[in-house]
């Protein structure tokens, strides 16, 4: 086999790929040709409020045609931006104007930042890099 056929096919220009990857699925966001646009908040705009309306990290993948660490460093700057974009391991993502439970949810996340900080204090100790 030679170089040209393991290439991928190449897109045909025109042949209406911003409809069928991007406006048909997203009307509300701007699209480009190559899919989502990443304008601040887009990952927002895909989710809706309360834990019953979640969406997986492998939906969101599906929804924006982005590998999952690429969702999830969006979802990490929409955060950092002021989005309150909650997670969960049996619903998935979903927005919430409570501010009780985005507390609870940054409760959660210091916990697991101390549990992997002293994981990772364990293995230098061990490896003998540590206090």
Same mark, same amino acid.
């Given at each position: 086999?030679?170089k040209a056929? /393991?290439?991928? *096919?190449?897109?045909? *220009?025109?042949?209406?790929?911003?409809?069928?990857?991007?406006?048909?699925?997203? *009307?509300?966001?701007?699209?480009? /040709?190559?899919?989502?646009?990443?304008?601040?908040?887009?990952?927002?705009?895909?989710?809706?409020?309360?834990?019953?309306?979640?969406?997986?990290?492998?939906?969101?993948?599906?929804?924006?045609?982005?590998?999952?660490?690429?969702?999830?460093?969006? @979802?990490?700057?929409?955060?950092?931006?002021?989005?309150? @974009? @909650?997670?969960?391991? /049996?619903? $998935?993502?979903?927005l919430t104007?409570? *501010?009780?439970?985005?507390?609870?949810?940054?409760?959660?996340?210091?916990?697991?930042?101390?549990?992997?900080?002293?994981?990772?204090?364990a293995v230098?100790?061990?490896? $003998?890099?540590?206090?």
């Amino acid at each position: 086999m030679n170089k040209a056929e /393991k290439s991928r *096919p190449q897109r045909q *220009p025109g042949a209406g790929q911003a409809e069928t990857t991007c406006g048909a699925r997203f *009307p509300h966001l701007n699209c480009t /040709k190559d899919g989502v646009e990443r304008q601040p908040g887009f990952i927002g705009r895909l989710l809706s409020h309360g834990s019953e309306n979640g969406v997986t990290l492998h939906h969101l993948e599906k929804m924006t045609g982005l590998s999952g660490r690429e969702v999830r460093r969006e @979802i990490e700057r929409e955060r950092r931006g002021g989005e309150l @974009i @909650i997670s969960d391991n /049996k619903n $998935g993502y979903y927005l919430t104007d409570d *501010p009780a439970e985005a507390q609870r949810f940054a409760r959660s996340m210091r916990r697991r930042a101390l549990e992997i900080t002293r994981t990772a204090r364990a293995v230098e100790k061990a490896a $003998g890099g540590g206090d």
